[in-house]
């Protein structure tokens, strides 16, 4: 069931929108809110989609114990086109280049190394015109046949479980008006990573950064000492950065400043940055690193207005999760039981949960057994998300 969900869910384009102000961010996503709702009527459980597209539903257990919840997003990235998905289903691979559909692109274990890992499973791939769309209908379908096997337990044997499928976690809003009351769990866990033996229990403190440079535009002819041309100084601050800051250049716990966008002309030029790192105060000083760029630039040319707007986005939710260990020690016990190697790696980006966690959830990141998300490379295994789906209904068998 869970391949037959995984293809139904990506075949629906959800991709969210970040230049709207409406909530959700696109009404298509309801297309996938209202399936979900649809099915899960089914089976028998009730929900609820709240004015804001977000999707609650909860189902009895034992209640000599609290409900733990679940949690995945419904939107797909912005960066590649989510409409018209057609996925490629690969049987048996055995290492070979996959060439994805008549695009030209193909995915290789020379460029994608964990590959390797696939190799006589199950491969479900994009055909190079679109992305897949496993962050996170992966996580989606995962948690609707975790809800199928918890459904097959005795109420008396099973854990209570609460359930949350958001909108608009690619542009950063899927907390937007998260209720904790109508979530009713002690703690939870989003299902929206990669590999499924990787938990995640911190991420990087992220904030945004705009800067708008005014230059000042005469006539190129006589602008000698006068003409300040915003692009040529926008491009002298982003020099002042430190260079090896960058997500080419960095991995792990090393934080980096990302230029998302960059537009203009000589008067005025405009970028926008993420700045992330898993360490508050090294984000502070990347902060800084940007006001002293600022300074130089305008005593180098007297004139010259520079213009920073630096936002909060979110934190890592290590602060919370390492106060509060109920949510590891239940998943390290499943992993024990299953006689499975868990290893915590902190996640090189975002996620509802850390949200969540600072709203009084604390909210780990498991895997969903895809990877190269957001792109037309993404691949997800099958195997992988069948083993994650083992270990998550492990959660709330008694």
Known sequence: MILEDFLRYVKIDTQSDDASESTPSSF??????????KELHQLG???EIDEFGRLYAHIEGNNAYDSIGLCSHVDTALECSGYDVKPQIIHNYQGEDILLGISGLKLSTKDFPHLKKAIGKTLIT???TTLLGADDKAGVAIIMDVVRNVLAMKQSERRPLSILFTPDEEIGRGPEHFSLEKFNCKYAYTIDGSDPLHVSVENFNAESMDIAIHGKSIHPGSGKGKLFNAILLMNELIDLLPENMTPYKTEGREGFNHIVSMEGNVELARAHFILRNH???KLKEQVKDFERAKKVIEEKYPGSIIV????????????????????MDTIENVFNKLDLKLEYTPTRGGTDGATFSFLGCPCPNLGTGS??????????????????????TEIFRL
Request: glycine fraction near 4%; charge should be negative.
């Open 308 to 327: 920073l707007v630096h936002k909060e986005q979110y934190k890592n939710m290590g602060e919370v999760i390492f106060k509060n260990r109920d949510c």
């Open 45 to 47: 459980v009730k929900s």
């Open 279 to 281: 360490d508050k105060e």
């Open 28 to 37: 298509k996503q309801y297309d996938l809110l209202n399936l979900l709702q």
């Open 126 to 128: 994009t055909d190079g």
């Open 371 to 392: 990877y190269n998300h957001h792109g037309r490379f993404e691949f997800a295994i099958l195997e992988e998300m069948e083993l994650m789906s083992k270990i998550v």
